[in-house]
């Protein structure tokens, strides 16, 4: 080989990184600007990787779960290094606990000079590691391909999450030769498929089975399997978090206001995809006779809180065509199905005085009655908030997969405007609503900037009620006052947007929201619709802390 070939084959850190990254299908770089990231930033340039620029690290982290949640592809960000690295360190956890595959990588301080007190130098690593499934540092440019791909890798290998790699400035910056092509990341719906039949002779002989998903049924791709199984064996089917939308909300097996009836009252119940935690009473929910059957990606990371009958780990939609195909021929359910169709008719017939409340301040059931009847089937909604976030994880309903999305179990707010800013730039075409509270706007409300300035015609719809409304109603029910729980009543957050380069409108009455929402579908830019809502309307709280 020449001289001037081998010269021609040297590629500096930053470019190695990038085609690696597009190598593996990656497409855009969510990040903020930061001198130890130029390297990676002129390698996505020439790669033709589209840099996404944020007003906040966090956010760009929470744009790469974004993007993750709604292509079930790895999202990526890159932070720059000290700050950058801890401004994105909740996204992490919140990824962590999503299972969200998103790799991070961060700037930082040159190895020729750690010690002596560089820009920004920390070991990043150490505080990272709990919250990721790798966290390396390359200690030579030559090694930063192949870390690039065991950090993917780990990203997407079952139970999924965040992986972590940051790059010495001298060592990015320095050059080197370009290796073979990247490894081949697995099916997310791949894995083995374990003997079933213990759980099928259960299936078999429920006469009130139910079906409980949640997130890793989204990220193992198993909703046609799911929906094939509670077909054939007409199961009634309960969604949580990402696997919302995995059957269809007007389904005639999919239900959400039957869940206790449903979860209690079954004799077997398959806990697909999601952990017994908080939101399942951390196994109480389901009734002290009901028999467990746990299918999920790969073991679960802590210990079941009750006895389960059958676990199944590996490819879920494997192992449910298998469920299905040994249970069949078992006992009626038309009756059972029946019993909860008539608790969920019941149920939502007890909601509609609230969808239809005049009052001014709004309620936010009346705000989410009539958002709900301009949103497209396909329709991505994001929310960020608590109590006005609550109220629309009750009632808004979802028909596809990856169109519901929210902080998940670690309930981080901020999430919002990353999520909604990866949403929309990986489906232009679709509608895409950010449900904030006004209490979450101040995390990240700039990224409206972020918005404006990418073209991102996302549209905002916030509940006002000037109160942190989850703390201040249970703190006043349990000391007859409450403290650290008042927000600025009637703040024109609309204003903000609109001085941001955005549309805003102010609502103050329900006469004047559907109009509103009109316009703001209609602008062209991002939007956001300030709904003043009642701050007397309490929450129906229904699962504890702890």
């Known amino acids: 080989m020449s001289a001037e070939t081998q010269e021609a084959t040297q590629l500096h850190g930053g470019r190695l ?20 990231l130029f ?18 690290e966090s956010a760009a982290t929470f744009a790469a779960e974004g993007w993750a949640k709604v292509t079930r592809q790895p999202g990526v960000a890159a932070l720059t290094a000290g700050p950058g690295v801890t401004n994105g360190m909740s996204a992490i956890a919140s990824a962590q606990q999503n299972g969200s595959p998103i790799l991070v990588l961060g700037g930082r301080a040159p190895a020729m000079r750690w010690g002596q007190g560089s820009l920004q130098e920390i070991d990043h690593v150490p505080f990272v590691r709990p919250l990721t499934k790798l966290a390396v540092t390359p200690e030579t440019t030559a090694e930063i391909p192949g870390l690039i791909d065991d950090a993917l890798l780990a990203a997407v290998t079952p139970h999924s999450g965040p992986a972590f790699v940051d790059f010495p400035l001298d060592v990015v910056f320095s050059e080197a030769a370009e290796t073979e092509g990247p490894v081949a990341l697995p099916d997310a719906g791949g894995g083995p498929v374990p003997d079933v039949a213990r759980a099928a002779a259960l299936l078999r002989d429920a006469e009130r089975p139910v079906i409980m998903a949640g997130t890793n049924l989204y990220w193992g791709h198993g909703e046609q399997a799911l929906l094939a199984l509670a077909l054939e064996r007409g199961i009634p089917v309960f969604l949580n978090g990402l696997a919302r939308g995995c059957v269809p909300a007007d389904h005639e097996l999919f239900f959400s206001r039957a869940r206790s009836n449903g979860l209690t009252g079954a004799d077997v119940a398959l806990v697909i995809g999601v952990p017994m935690d908080f939101r399942l009473g951390f196994g109480q929910s389901f009734g002290e006779e009901t028999e467990l059957v746990v299918v999920d990606r790969a073991e679960p990371v802590r210990d079941h809180p009750r006895p389960v009958a059958a676990e199944l780990y590996g490819s879920i939609g494997g192992i449910l065509d298998a469920l299905r195909i040994e249970s069949g021929g078992g006992s009626d359910t038309a009756e059972w199905v029946r019993e909860l169709r008539a608790v969920e008719t019941e149920k939502r017939a007890a909601e509609r005085a609230d ?13 989410y009655r009539e958002l709900g009847e301009v949103l497209d089937r396909d329709a991505i909604v994001i929310g960020d908030g608590g109590d006005f976030v609550s109220f629309a994880g009750r009632v808004m309903d979802t028909y596809q997969p990856g169109c519901w999305l929210d902080p998940g179990p670690f309930g981080c707010l901020g999430c919002g405007p990353g999520y909604a800013l990866a949403a929309k730039l990986a489906h232009p075409g679709r509608q895409v609503v950010l449900l904030l509270g006004d209490g979450a706007f101040g995390f990240s409300g700039m990224e409206f900037d972020t918005l404006a300035r990418h073209g991102v015609n996302v549209v905002g719809v916030m509940g006002n009620n000037g109160i942190w409304a989850l703390e201040k109603h249970p703190m006043e029910f349990l000391y007859g006052y409450s403290v650290a729980a008042d927000l600025r009543p009637g703040t024109r957050y609309d204003a903000v947007v609109a001085a941001l380069g955005g549309h805003g409108e102010l609502v103050s009455r329900p006469s004047e929201l559907r109009g509103a929402l009109d316009r703001a579908f209609s602008a062209g830019v991002p939007a956001l619709v300030n709904v003043l809502t009642d701050p007397e309307v309490v929450y129906p709280r229904r699962s504890n802390l702890a």
């Open 355 to 367: 969808l239809d409340d005049d009052r001014a301040p709004l309620h936010p059931m009346r705000l």
């Open 17 to 36: 990184v990038a085609k690696r990254l597009k190598a593996h299908g990656v497409t855009k770089l969510f990040t903020l600007s930061g001198g130890h």
């Open 39 to 56: 390297s990676i930033f002129d390698g996505c340039r020439e790669e033709g990787i589209d840099l996404v620029d944020v007003r906040h």
